[in-house]
């Protein structure tokens, strides 16, 4: 594909419904990162897949959130019984290998806002 | 576990060079080091990378010390449109638990 694209690109939900966030990287990219950017904040890095694999959770903020990648394409991230504290803007990057030297591309991101 | 560190704001003006220096203390022997540019609502696009010594390219240089604790993005002449919040990462290895460690971004606003 043309670049990494992301959807819903607003989300607006009530406190305490889930959500979930998709992600379609770079056509042949086979990492997949997830971040969650806070207004006027840097980026808090949540979780990579390498494939349908993710090395490390420990990322995620809480047991509300889960991700799981099929098929080493898309992604998605689900937030469940959603927080206001949750609100922010979701970004996803994907890179051809996982790796330090590895460029990330980002898509535009999910803006969450929970009421 | 790398932590980042980087000036909150700085200021310039155009034509000239900027440097943002970016602290590691404790980066793992693997590791990398990239900067990242954001505009406002956008995600961050790739600057440049080094491990060590001195890269440059079309845009930046990075300057790395050899004990590589901390890293410099030098950007020359900077135009107005280099305004944008410009970030540094290090990690992703098994040295560094997987983790990636970005720095909080440094605000670079440059006044014309």
């Known amino acids: 594909g043309a670049g990494v694209s992301q959807s819903p690109s607003n989300k607006v939900t009530e406190k305490g419904k889930d959500v979930e966030l998709r992600c379609d990287p770079i056509?042949?990219?086979?990492?997949l990162y997830w971040y969650r950017q806070s207004l006027g904040q840097g980026l808090e890095f949540l979780i990579y897949f390498q494939g349908n694999s993710a090395p490390d959770k420990s990322g995620l903020p809480s047991d509300r959130f889960s991700a799981e990648r099929t098929g080493g394409s898309v992604s998605t991230l689900t937030i469940q019984r959603t927080q206001q504290e949750d609100s922010a803007v979701y970004l996803c990057a994907s890179s051809l290998v996982a790796g330090a030297q590895e460029t990330q591309y980002f898509g535009p991101g999910t803006r969450l806002l929970v009421l | 576990l790398a932590k980042t560190t980087q000036p909150i704001s700085m200021d310039s003006y155009e034509g000239q060079e900027v440097n943002i220096t970016c602290s590691h203390n404790n980066i793992a022997t693997n590791d990398y080091i990239t900067w990242y540019q954001q505009f406002p609502s956008q995600g961050p696009r790739f600057i440049i990378q080094?491990?060590?010594?001195?890269v440059t390219n079309e845009v930046a240089s990075l300057f790395i010390p050899a004990d590589r604790k901390s890293s410099t993005l030098s950007l020359p002449r900077v135009s107005l449109s280099d305004t944008a919040v410009y970030y540094c990462?290090?990690?992703?290895?098994?040295?560094?638990?997987?983790?990636?460690?970005w720095g909080a971004g440094t605000k670079l606003i440059i006044k014309p």
């Open positions: 990462l290090v990690g992703l290895g098994p040295d560094s638990n997987y983790q990636l460690i």
């Open positions: 056509s042949g990219h086979t990492a």
């Open positions: 080094g491990y060590k010594t001195k």
